[in-house]
């Protein structure tokens, strides 16, 4: 069964940057699509980004374009999330998940959810 453990959130001012990691067992990690969501405070849990298998493939929701990057190496089981310039509205819980889709953006698509970590972004 596969097992993802989000990591690296924290309390950050507005512009500054934080390095999310989820490291995942069980599995081939290999073999799944990795994605980033985030929920705020009564809101709705949202996609954030995406990574296909090989990581050769990335989607991103508008709101965090060009702002961060989402990674992974295969070779450690892992998937990054880099967050920069950093707004608070990006205050929310990150989660990752894993999806046996090829790259997918669909909440429903993904399984394997964490217990998500903290990102807190003072203005």
């Known amino acids: 069964q596969v097992q993802t453990v989000e990591s690296g959130g924290g309390l950050v001012q507005a512009g500054g940057s934080l390095r999310l990691s989820c490291a995942v067992s069980?599995?081939?990690?290999?073999?799944?699509?990795m994605g980033w969501f985030r929920q705020a405070p009564g809101k709705e849990r949202e996609f954030v980004a995406a990574?296909?298998?090989?990581?050769?493939?990335?989607q991103y929701a508008d709101s965090v374009k060009g702002r961060f990057t989402i990674s992974r190496d295969n070779a450690k089981n892992t998937v990054y999330l880099q967050m920069n310039s950093l707004k608070p509205e990006d205050t929310a819980v990150y989660y990752c998940?894993?999806?046996?889709?090829?790259?997918?953006?669909?909440?429903?698509?993904?399984?394997?959810w964490g217990r998500g970590t903290q990102v807190t972004v003072s203005s």
């Open positions: 998940a894993a999806s046996d889709k090829y790259i997918t953006i669909a909440t429903t698509n993904f399984r394997s």
């Open positions: 990574i296909s298998w090989s990581g050769g493939r990335t």
């Open positions: 069980g599995g081939t990690f290999s073999s799944y699509a």
